[in-house]
T-cell receptor
Framework: DAKTTQPPSMDCAEGRAANLPCNHS???????VYWYRQIHSQGPQYIIH???NNETNEMASLIITEDRKSSTLILPHATLRDTAVYYC??????????????FGKGTLLTVNP | NAGVMQNPRHLVRRRGQEARLRCSPM?????VYWYRQLPEEGLKFMVY????????ESGMPKERFSAEFPKEGPSILRIQQVVRGDSAAYFC????????????FGPGTRLTVT
């Protein structure tokens, strides 16, 4: 699996958009970008995934650069409940031995009132 | 729909005792994954199981740890002769048989070895 690099921490004001970057410069053509988050002491929660195109769901938007070497997770209107560690994970979609999720250190997003 | 359930949520064991952690996957899910999160560290994959089969246990310590997912009932992660270094949060995740990207995680079991 391609290695990812994320800033260790970020702050965001409540109600503002939170933009969380992720670098994955060694990503290969069949690897997807996944985002999960872990609110303190809880199990991780799936947020969104993408391959090439930008994606949006009810939780967030995912912007992937054209060369696929980096991506940004966007929480459009951050709330205090979005304070969590956000993990960017790159892997092949559920084939062979690549079903396991490899979590790095992630980004601790703190949403401030 | 009930999510992934784990019990107990908190487990205290003395050194040398056995710990049994249970995971009931979401309805219709036949794939189960176990992860361990040591204090102040990220989650590490331990084992991947399908019903009655261990598919990948490459992340599981070679001794004292075992996992099963029987035809009926929950998946069990068993730790024999626990040591203080086993103190961690153990998370279970599940996914349906085909065509999904995401894994759905349970709330975790926090094991404390005294």
């Amino acid at each position: 699996d391609a290695k990812t690099t994320q800033p260790p921490s970020m702050d965001c004001a409540e109600g503002r958009a939170a933009n969380l970057p992720c670098n994955h410069s060694t990503i290969s053509g069949n690897e997807y970008v996944y985002w999960y988050r872990q609110i303190h002491s809880q199990g991780p929660q799936y947020i969104i995934h993408g391959l090439k195109n930008n994606e949006t769901n009810e939780m967030a938007s995912l912007i992937i650069t054209e060369d696929r070497k980096s991506s940004t997770l966007i929480l459009p209107h951050a709330t205090l409940r979005d304070t969590a560690v956000y993990y960017c994970i790159v892997r092949v979609r559920h084939r062979g031995s690549n079903y396991k999720l490899t979590f790095g250190k992630g980004t601790l997003l703190t949403v401030n009132p | 729909n009930a999510g992934v359930m784990q019990n107990p949520r908190h487990l205290v064991r003395r050194r040398g005792q056995e710990a049994r952690l249970r995971c009931s996957p979401m309805k219709g899910h036949s794939h189960v994954y176990w992860y361990r999160q040591l204090p102040e560290e990220g989650l590490k994959f331990m084992v991947y199981l399908q019903k009655e089969n261990i598919i990948d246990e490459s992340g599981m310590p070679k001794e004292r740890f075992s996992a099963e997912f029987p035809k009926e009932g929950p998946s069990i992660l068993r730790i024999q002769q626990v040591v203080r270094g086993d103190s961690a949060a153990y998370f279970c995740a599940s996914s349906p048989p085909h065509g999904t990207h995401e894994q759905y995680f349970g709330p975790g079991t926090r094991l404390t070895v005294t």
